[in-house]
């Protein structure tokens, strides 16, 4: 085999920890997850893995390594994509000979320079996209207005774009099914070639809406929630009798992680909440949504253990080129903000090299983590709900306060010395390192912010947020 590590990153969608039983969950939603459990006692188990508020965010990050402020994919609604200036780990892991695969949602781009087979992936099956456009071709308005419904595209390499199926009910049902036997297929060529692979797998659940496959249809006490968690505990084991049968187990990194936490605003059929021991969920400020599940296996490499150290997705980028040996890789000609955690993931080290990171809804900065505490200048508490300025930040003791409802703590301690933390050198590194190379939304293709076009002016609405979060309480 090759001197590198193959990567297979399975990354699912709209998930709780509290979902599966290796953080204490499943079991109080009718489901069972044996396969993932099992996963877990094998490798690093993280309980303070952080995403960001949306999938389109949260998605860039961990390409990049920087937050979805710097590169301005900030929303997942249309207009959003990454510029052709920005690295993904892809573009960097094809530098040393990786067959680079995504399955599934991308959702970094929709229009040709932003696919990913135009930022490093040599193949995609997958959407453009959300998964609730598969609803679309049953609703008679959409019919009505002779809109053309979305599709579920191929792509074998820059400036090449299939559509294939119409994405409707059937189709978004059974989609992981085929990418399933895809990435195995990419996975075999790979080895017979004897070239590693990075296989990114998106798998579609438990976003809405939520259609488990036939064979999982009642399969568990949960109802449609707890039938696609049960069909992820499967398909993700079908992943992992892969890589076994292929005999590169000990050759082969594999990451299990959720994007953002689980639906608890729009209630799409069945989807009620499970944050566990966190409340809320995605598109809110709450922890039910920053937190979500991820556990890292290597065998030999990664110390079999479970850890509370923090952990942001945007560090995989320079984690995985740590881990795999190639540190040169990671760029020094703009900011990142992922942290090298390579020797936290390998147990040579207790404690996260990361002790903080800002809070973001869309443009807006609303706070920031700092090491068991969360510091809120705003609040978001459900996706339909209004940006809410507070008055007075709140400091919440995360430790003893999970529900998020003792906004002050004072009578735990006094933590108003939190606030100097935040206001004071960490938002001022943060608010200072934007003015050097962060894309605006709906920056065209070719914007390069080391050589912004005359008429651009630093003023986005993250910049003015941030701005007014450090300087504005100190009066």
């Not at 074998?156 to 049902?173: A, M, N, Q, S, Y």
């Not at 890589?243 to 299990?256: K, R």
């Amino acid at each position: 085999m090759s001197d590198n590590p193959n990567i297979l990153f399975f990354h699912l969608d709209n998930v709780a920890q509290a979902d599966f039983g290796c953080y204490g969950g499943a079991v109080p939603i009718g489901a069972k997850t044996p396969n993932i459990d099992r996963f877990a006692t094998e490798g690093a188990l993280l309980t303070n893995y952080n995403a960001e508020a949306q999938c389109s965010p949260s998605r860039s990050a961990l390409m990049t390594g920087r937050h979805s402020v710097r590169t301005g994919v900030v929303s997942v609604l249309p207009g959003c994509g990454l510029v052709a200036w920005e690295l993904t780990i892809a573009d960097q892991l094809k530098q040393l000979g990786y067959n680079n695969a995504i399955y599934g949602k991308w959702h970094c781009g929709d229009s040709e320079g932003r696919y990913p087979t135009d930022k490093g992936f040599d193949y995609w099956y997958g959407i453009h996209g959300t998964w609730d456009v598969a609803y679309w071709p049953q609703d008679k308005w959409f019919r009505d207005a002779g809109m053309k419904p979305s599709h579920v595209v191929e792509s074998t390499g820059p400036g090449h774009i299939e559509e294939l199926d119409v994405l409707d009910f059937e189709v978004r049902k059974n989609f992981d099914r085929t990418t399933l036997d895809k990435a195995k297929d990419w996975m075999d060529d790979s080895v017979a070639k004897d070239e590693p692979f990075f296989v990114y797998f998106n798998h579609s659940a438990v976003h809405f809406p939520t259609l488990a496959r036939d064979e999982f249809v009642d399969s568990s006490d949960g109802g449609e929630i707890g039938d696609c968690v049960q069909m992820v505990d499967s398909d993700f084991q079908e992943l992992l009798d892969k890589v076994d049968n292929l005999g590169i187990t000990d050759d082969t990194i594999v990451i299990f992680a959720g994007d953002n936490g689980r639906d608890t605003t729009f209630h799409a059929p069945g989807n009620r909440g499970a944050a566990g021991n966190w409340r809320g969920g995605y598109f809110s400020s709450y922890e039910g949504n920053n937190r979500t599940a991820c556990i890292v296996r290597w065998p030999g490499k990664v110390e079999s253990r479970a850890t509370d150290g923090m952990m942001h997705l945007v560090d995989w980028f320079p984690t995985l080129l740590n881990l795999i040996g190639h540190e040169e890789l990671i760029p020094t000609d703009r900011v990142l903000d992922g942290v090298d955690q390579s020797a936290f993931i390998r147990g040579q080290q207790d404690d996260s090299n990361r002790e903080w990171f800002p809070m973001f809804f869309g443009e807006t900065y609303v706070g920031m983590r700092y090491r068991n505490f969360k510091v809120l200048s705003h609040q978001v508490p459900t996706g339909a709900s209004p940006i809410v300025e507070l008055a007075t930040p709140n400091v919440i003791n995360l430790t003893v306060d999970p529900d998020e409802d003792m906004p002050f703590n004072y009578d735990q301690g006094g933590h108003s010395w939190v606030l100097y933390q935040v206001y004071g050198p960490k938002s001022a590194e943060f608010h200072k390192s934007l003015k050097g190379d962060a894309v605006p939304k709906g920056a065209p293709l070719d914007f390069d912010p080391k050589d912004p076009p005359t008429d651009h002016h630093d003023s986005t609405p993250v910049r003015d947020e941030m701005h007014h979060f450090f300087h504005g309480q100190s009066g």
